[in-house]
Antibody
């Protein structure tokens, strides 16, 4: 069974930094395309970033240059380093697995497994 | 950026009725469209991918159709557990990116 568990959210002042973690079980983060998706309170979904199995990373324009996605293969954990946080970054952050079977298949950018999310609140 | 517009914003129906949800893209996305269901306090669940393929474990009462700019999610006969918010999502290969629609709330009439 695939399980994704996020942590690291909390209350942070504007301009501050935070690192989110997503511990995976039942899958290997190094062999999958893994994304972060966020949802502002009461709002819709917004894709944030992806890390490919090969290590390439890509970001939404709204976070590019401020956020960085990485992983620790030995601990099977995905990270999202968030810097220069703004009020509009307030959201529940989900990690999600791409539905692609991997290997010769590229990312599908469809998400078939999600964590329960961790709430980040940026406020003074 | 491709914008997805979902309609209606809210759909009020009774269990047993059929539901039709729409998603329109601002430019063609081919068949690269997915549908998700989200219940309060839960993460989204993938229902449909590539416009018409049901994800693993999704009941047959859920079906998707469309291509290009106009897509539809159909629920043939609503079960009590189907009342939720539904999002469509498209993906583009380059530069890599994903956008979601604003959602349709399916509520009990």
């Amino acid at each position: 069974e695939v399980r994704l568990e996020e942590s690291g959210g909390g209350l942070i002042q504007p301009g501050g930094s935070l690192r989110l973690s997503c511990v995976a079980s039942g899958l290997s983060v190094s062999s999958n395309y893994m994304s972060w998706v966020r949802q502002a309170p009461g709002k819709g979904l917004e894709w944030v970033s992806v890390i490919y199995s090969g290590g390439n990373t890509y970001y939404a324009a709204s976070v590019r240059g401020r956020f960085a996605v990485s992983r620790d293969n030995s601990n099977n954990t995905l990270y999202l380093q968030m810097n220069t946080l703004r009020a509009e970054d307030t959201a529940i952050y989900y990690c999600a697995r791409d539905a692609s079977p991997g290997g010769v298949w590229g990312p599908s950018y469809y998400f078939d497994s999600w964590g329960q999310g961790t709430l980040v609140t940026v406020s003074s | 950026e491709i914008v997805l517009t979902q309609s209606p914003a809210t759909l009020s129906l009774s269990p047993g009725e059929g539901a039709t949800l729409s998603c329109r893209a601002s430019q063609s996305v081919g068949s690269y469209l997915a549908w998700y269901q989200q219940k309060p306090g839960q993460a989204p669940r993938l229902l449909i991918y590539d416009a018409s393929n049901r994800a693993t474990g999704i009941p047959a009462r859920f079906s998707g159709s469309g291509s290009g700019t106009d897509f539809t999610l159909t629920i043939s006969s609503l079960e009590p557990e189907d009342f939720a918010v539904y999002y469509c999502q498209q993906r583009i290969n380059w530069p890599p990116g994903v956008t979601f629609g604003q959602g349709t709330r399916l509520e009990v009439k």
